[in-house]
């Protein structure tokens, strides 16, 4: 059963060294995931799953010790999706979106319960995601979530998907239902919008939806965003 969940946003600048001269920009954010994993640490799990959009080639799962680097973004840092262990070393690296769920894992310095990622494709549909997520809650007796990834990519003409009107209803509808917990409305978003807002979280939170089911946890927002024109969002269940 899902005892505890921790939503963070997934953007390679979330790692300093990535971000350069603009990273106290996230600062807030960094803090906030902090905060979140802090939650789940607390929550004592059996294990834990790292969750994060991928494409095809990404999408595992990936066991404890997978390596994942940032050098794609110029930069000469390696991560590994938890301790290494002794079985055979996996043969694919994390998507970025898990290699940044294993850099704040590094920096908070997990070693609470076994860990595992799985990449999620963004067009999965959300009757599959809620499968999913039913699926990773039975795993285990306590299970806890880490859910990787971003709100809209349009909240300003100088966004990665340029300014959408939509962009911004979209994000307070998620940040509101994520800061609730509320597994229906997490359920009811619209798979087609969010694809066409560059929202690559969406599926994600969708799979989180279908854990949680029968959880009966709480909601708490931690950070809610735009830098860069794209909503980052901090959330925990618990």
Same mark, same amino acid.
């Given at each position: ?14 790692? &300093? ?72 070393? &996996? ?22 319960? &076994? ?124």
């Amino acid at each position: 059963m899902l005892v505890a969940a921790a939503v963070c946003p997934c953007p390679p600048l979330l790692v &300093p060294e990535i971000a350069a001269g603009a990273a106290p920009e996230l600062d807030a954010a960094r803090a906030a995931c902090t905060d979140a994993l802090g939650v789940l640490a607390a929550a004592r799990p059996d294990l834990l799953v790292v969750l994060g959009p991928a494409e095809q080639s990404g999408r595992g799962p990936f066991p404890q010790g997978t390596p994942g680097s940032f050098r794609g973004f110029g930069v000469d840092l390696d991560v590994r999706l938890g301790r290494a262990t002794d079985a055979a070393a &996996p043969e694919r690296e994390l998507p970025p979106s898990l290699a940044v769920g294993a850099w704040l894992l590094e920096r908070t310095g997990w070693a609470d319960a &076994p860990i595992e990622g799985l990449g999620i494709g963004e067009p999965l549909a959300p009757e599959r995601c809620i499968e999913v997520g039913r699926e990773i809650g039975a795993r285990a007796a306590r299970v806890a979530l880490l859910v990787m990834g971003d709100a809209s990519a349009c909240r300003t003409a100088k966004a990665p998907g340029y300014l959408d009107e939509r962009a911004a209803p979209f994000d307070a509808e998620v940040a509101r239902a994520l800061g609730a917990a509320d597994l229906a409305a997490v359920q009811a978003l619209d798979a087609e919008l969010a694809y066409e807002l560059k929202a690559s979280g969406r599926a994600p939170w969708q799979v989180l939806s279908g854990a949680a089911e029968g959880a009966d946890l709480s909601g708490a927002l931690l950070y809610e965003d735009a830098p860069y024109g794209v909503g980052y969002l901090v959330a925990t269940w618990s």
